[in-house]
């Protein structure tokens, strides 16, 4: 099992493969690689400096000339001098009022009231008000006063009580300020900001990505980015704690450059400088490592591992990603998924202060197909399909009728109050038309339910339904006057995906969501393997050296898997499964799938 590490609030796992060895792979389709490829580089201030656009652009451009024909330098006004700061900014509390601090900082917010200059002095702890004393500190009030935002400074000066009326609250420290006596500027902002980098908790953020990336240094600057990152910190350091201090694994780091292994996607290729012609591939995976490992000898690995897939982008995966990849030996499947649920809910105890249930809901893939449509199904709300293929067995109604009769299926969707919520004309060209039609359906077909207990809708549907087949129907779909029933007719797999698609959509349209719930559960059975329409075949669904159910041992093409997935809120953060240990299992799967016995050592030699 391996577990999936992002800059978010939470975590995510996946299940990971085995080990290659430092090889080198001869190509024998790829003939070149572009030598026009733009790599951007963004150069981030190398120190506490502020940013500054303009700052060394000329000097970059400068033309070389003699050393005679330059100019000398001007003196460099003042020197170098590295303040000892005594103090953190978001660490002063009133029982330090009275003490003389020295602080370094952004300066996050500037303002001119009463004749006296505050400052919002921003470090990696938090922010604290400085204030400054004109009468008594004629010079640190003037030096305050030409600052701007994002200056650099450290600033020195006495910790004092703010008067009642200043009290800020919502701020940590926001009982105190600092008396300024000294200010020094270290580095200054010398253009205009791409973007405001301290803002209101309650601000949107309406900057632009690419502007975000591009000026990635005050983007990190930010209180948002500033908490992913250091979460995603105390959430690594969880991990090793747990599995090293309490289960006794041992973290070990396995290559980069490798030689390329089947995966499910394209690999990233890196030539050989010292072999031209050959190439390494980045591994997508620790996949044939952690086995390598296992038949090694070592019990329990892990490790915090750099993955890399050359695949179309989502909003959960990235060409780079990293993921927690761990491996057991002599472990049955309840134990496997006992260690995984107990190392979750102690990162999300600690982590976010939340409960979540012990032992995790369980669903099986058929059930959670069956119910949702989906393998990663959201249970925050409670919307469920159903299938009702039986009740249109006979039906007049040719599109449903043709569709059973060559093997396809009806599900349907009844949405709560969805005949007030959506009109006629949203059902057959809205958005949630456009949903169905995005999902691969060719239209959708819907019922409402009136309150006399009738139904209207598409008239061929409504006229095919007789008096019992529309109360079996409606007793089937829990449904009552204003409910909205939306079918879906076909393959199960594309009737599964339009549904699941449309259940989402409505939920976050109607806001049946509930955000405060935690819904976390395991997906087990999954099937051994899917069928490729592509090239005929079988394939695996997860990967080859999964073990079947020794239920299904009689029948391998048909067999379920000792496969597991967590999901999280509609979101699958990981999964594994228990490995094939037997000879002539793992020959007979690599045989349903087209690898033959030749192929096996080729690719082994």
């Known amino acids: 099992m391996s ?11 996946r299940s990971s493969r085995t080990l290659s060895s430092l090889f080198l792979i001869k190509p024998t389709t790829i003939k070149t690689l572009s030598k026009n490829t733009n790599n951007t580089n963004i150069n981030n201030a190398a120190s506490v400096a502020a940013f500054s656009v303009s700052a060394s652009a000329e000097t970059a451009n400068a033309a070389v000339t003699t050393a005679s024909s330059n100019p000398p330098l001007p003196p460099l006004k003042g020197s170098l001098n590295w303040v000892s700061r005594t103090r953190l900014c978001g660490e002063l509390t009133p029982d330090d009022v009275g003490k003389r601090v020295t602080l370094c900082g952004w300066v996050a917010l500037h303002r001119v009231h009463g004749g006296l200059t505050f400052l919002n002095l921003r470090d990696h702890t938090g922010i ?15 030096t305050a006063n030409n600052l701007r935002l994002e200056y650099v400074v450290s600033v020195e000066g006495v910790v004092r009580s703010r008067p009642s009326e200043a009290v800020n609250e919502n701020m940590k420290t926001g009982f105190i300020e600092v008396a300024v006596e000294h200010v020094q500027v270290l580095n200054a902002v010398r253009s205009k900001l791409p973007f405001l980098v301290t803002t209101a908790d309650d601000a949107k953020d309406f900057v632009k990505e690419e502007i975000r990336l591009r000026y990635r240094c005050l983007d990190l600057r930010r209180q948002q980015m500033n908490h992913n990152i250091l979460l995603r910190h105390k959430v690594v350091k969880l991990i090793r704690r747990y599995l090293e201090d309490v289960h006794g694994f041992v973290e070990i780091e396995t290559p980069v450059l490798s030689r390329s292994t089947p995966e499910g996607a394209r690999d990233y290729l890196v030539p050989s400088r010292v072999q031209p012609g050959t190439f390494y591939a980045l591994p997508q995976s620790p996949q044939l490592f952690k086995q390598m490992l296992m038949v090694s000898g070592f019990d329990k690995y892990y490790q915090i591992a750099r993955c890399f897939r050359d695949e179309d982008l989502r909003a959960d995966r990235q060409p780079e990603f990293t993921q927690l990849d761990m491996e057991l030996a002599f472990t049955p499947l309840d134990d496997m998924l006992r260690l995984n649920e107990d190392l979750i809910r102690k990162i999300f105890l600690e982590i976010k202060d939340v409960q979540l249930p012990n032992p995790f809901p369980r669903l099986t893939y058929a059930e959670a197909m069956s119910r949702y449509g989906s393998d990663r199904p959201d249970t925050r709300f409670s919307l469920q399909l159903n299938d009702v293929s039986d009740i249109f067995l006979e039906s007049p109604f040719r599109v449903f009728s043709d569709s059973l009769k060559s093997g396809g299926i009806i599900k349907v969707l009844c949405v709560p109050s969805g005949a007030k919520t959506y009109s006629n004309t949203a059902l057959k060209k809205g958005d949630i038309y456009n949903e169905a039609i995005k999902s691969g359906a060719k239209g959708l077909p819907f ?5 006399a207990g009738g139904v209207e809708g598409i008239p061929a549907l409504v006229s095919s339904l007789g008096p019992s087949n529309k109360e079996q129907l409606l007793i ?9 029933i939306l079918f879906a007719v076909g393959h199960p797999a594309s009737v599964n995906k339009t549904l699941d698609r449309l259940r989402t959509f409505v939920a976050h349209e109607l806001g049946l969501i509930d955000n405060s719930k935690h819904s976390i559960l395991w997906i087990t059975d999954f099937p051994m393997f899917e069928w490729n329409d592509s090239e005929q075949r079988l394939e695996a669904l997860h990967h080859p050296f999964t073990a079947p159910n020794p239920e299904d041992m009689d029948d391998l093409s048909s067999a379920r898997a000792l496969a597991y997935d967590m999901v999280y809120n509609g979101v699958e953060i990981g999964g594994g499964s228990l490995r094939i240990y037997k000879r002539e299992v793992q020959q007979k799967v690599l045989e349903i799938v087209g690898i033959s016995p030749e192929q096996v050592r080729r690719l082994l030699n």
Do not use: M
């Not at 577990?3 to 796992?13: D, G, M, Q, V």
């Not at 004109?134 to 009030?141: C, W």
């Open 447 to 451: 019922l409402k339910v009136l309150d």
């Open 476 to 484: 089937r779909c829990s449904a009552g006057p204003s409910d909205l």
């Open 128 to 142: 604290v008000q400085v204030t400054t004393l004109p009468e008594d500190f004629p010079e640190a009030h003037s």
């Open 3 to 13: 577990l999936l590490i992002k800059s978010l609030p939470f975590i995510s796992f």
